[in-house]
């Protein structure tokens, strides 16, 4: 009889959870993971590679085929999704990094500070908007806009609870000597490191670094997983995991996810290390790679199952993307895999195989299970469409600058896409420039538009996916048009400098 009522009082408890959930705004976890190809992922057509829970996330959801970065690599396209605009106009437009001093931990040394270029202080970010609206925000991963102690890190940020790499090139290592945390709620004051007490005692390059035991991946996810366990019906959350997998380096433990993939590829992978990079060596990089991208599988698998626990699915939206196109760094093979088969390009590159992403949206009975969406959108549209399911009127007006002559927003909410409301606003055009490689792109409708140390080149993506055949000189008058979007559209950065097309 007692276990009976026990059992009873736990299905109130379920139902009151249920309820009390139904009653508040939606929640929202989007996770970005790092360097995954457009067709690394089974559902979007990867053979050799077993992502069982992505897929059924794609069958229970909505699977977007024109979703994009928000730049061909890491930094800027975070900030891209973080402040809403393109990378014409974001103050953060590549991976400038800041390593400043010098400190000890066992046999190895590691910069005081360490981080990337911060985000403009002056324009208000998604979490800031987020928190400023009830929810509770947390984020774990990469934080890549703000070096530690800089005016732009988490907790400065709108961040409630936060673990992870602060700098992008600390996550070089998933074996590093420390990452970076900070929790509102015990109290602290600042991001702080916690050092990996099993991990500064070995080196961090060659035999001796096998020797670490404390592999970051999973201490990420497993503070994501506490975070989820700790929110309650009475209040939304909001969940950024920004995960660092499959980013090079190859590396991770040998448990029997990575077991698994022993011995199934006819060639292996070597790679001899680059110690200034801090990619280690490995022997299997075909397996580190496959394995790597299974276990990012795996930790999207049991999120979603926690959040059916708790009672929380039917109230969370769920987006799953990657910041921007597959990597070639520490060993990574893409070719293997074919992630090209479709896609031009790599990360760094504005052709599609650089930017174009994996994007798959869930939220049981809001979300058409199964459904497939070519609408084109950007990392820059996921502000308004996150403050549209939040019930944030207004955005713009509520949390432009006035102070500055402008305060860019340039994405629009695919919320009518995502809930099935038939009134979607298509972009006129969508935007890209990445200094590194000098490259720039526009996409308006079907054409798209590449620019390479200033020089012009024009495909029909409706027939060129691969952007194969160059028609410029058949179309100046679409060229010309575009053009003058991309230079309307640029704002001057004395930091990050590309070369513009002529205007004629």
């Given amino acids: 009889m007692d276990n009976k009522l026990i059992l009873f009082g736990c299905g109130l408890l379920a139902s009151a959870t249920v309820q009390a959930q139904e009653a508040q705004k939606p929640n929202i976890i ?12 089974g559902c979007y057509g990867q053979q050799y590679i077993s992502t069982p829970n ?6 229970e959801g909505m699977r977007f085929t024109q979703a994009y970065a928000g730049s061909p690599v890491s930094a800027p ?40 270029e911060p985000y403009d202080p002056n324009h208000i970010i998604l979490p800031e908007i987020m928190k400023d609206n009830g929810y509770t925000t947390g984020m774990f991963g990469k934080w890549a806009g703000g070096y530690e102690g800089s005016i732009s890190t988490p907790d400065k940020r709108g961040i409630d609870e936060y673990y992870g790499y602060m700098c992008q090139f600390q996550a070089h290592l998933y074996y590093p000597n420390f990452l970076n945390a900070y929790s509102r709620e015990a109290g602290d004051t600042e991001v702080r490191r916690e050092l990996l007490q099993n991990n ?32 309650t019906a009475d209040k939304p959350f909001f969940g950024i995991f920004t995960y660092t997998l499959p980013h090079a380096e190859l590396a991770q433990p040998e448990d029997s996810i990575f077991k698994a993939y022993q011995g199934t590829f006819c060639t292996e992978r070597t790679y001899g290390g680059d110690a200034g990079s801090r990619y280690n060596p490995t022997d299997c990089g075909h397996q580190q790679f496959a394995a790597m991208v299974t276990r990012l599988d795996a930790y999207v698998g049991e999120i979603l199952e926690k959040l059916k626990e708790k009672g929380f699915d039917k109230n969370t939206l769920v987006i799953f993307t990657s910041d921007n196109g597959p990597h070639t760094e520490g060993g990574a093979d893409p070719d293997y895999f074919n992630t090209e088969k479709l896609l031009r390009g790599t990360k760094r590159s504005t052709t599609e195989g650089g930017i174009r992403v994996p994007f798959i949206a869930w939220w049981p009975g809001e979300v058409e299970a199964g459904t497939v969406n070519d609408h084109q959108l950007a990392f820059y549209d996921l502000m308004p469409t996150f403050c549209d399911i939040a019930g944030i009127d207004n955005y713009i007006e509520r949390y432009s600058n006035k102070s500055l002559k402008n305060d860019y927003f340039d994405g629009l909410s695919f919320a009518p896409t995502l809930l099935g409301e038939g009134n979607q606003e298509a972009h006129e055009f969508l935007y890209w420039e990445f200094h590194e490689t000098n490259m720039m792109a526009l996409r308006m409708g079907n054409w798209k538009m590449v620019v390479q140390n200033g020089q012009c080149s024009l495909y029909d993506l409706a027939n060129d996916v691969h952007e194969d055949k160059n028609i410029a000189s058949q179309y100046p008058d679409i060229l010309k048009k575009m053009k003058d979007i991309l230079l309307r559209e640029h704002t001057h950065s004395s930091m990050f400098q590309v070369t513009m097309p002529s205007a004629n």
């Fill in 200 to 231: 500064i005692a070995y080196g961090m390059h060659g035999e001796d670094y096998k020797n670490r035991k404390d592999y970051t991946a999973d201490l990420i996810h497993q503070r994501a997983m506490q975070w989820i366990d700790k929110q």
């Fill in 30 to 41: 989007y996770i970005m993971c790092d360097d995954l190809g457009y067709a690394d992922v």
């Fill in 77 to 116: 396209s975070r900030a891209s999704f973080m402040t809403g605009q393109h990378t014409g106009h974001t103050k953060v437009r590549g991976n400038k990094e800041y390593r400043i001093g010098s400190v000890t931990y066992g046999k190895t040394t590691d910069p005081q500070q360490t981080g990337q």
């Fill in 54 to 59: 992505l897929d059924r996330m794609a069958a």
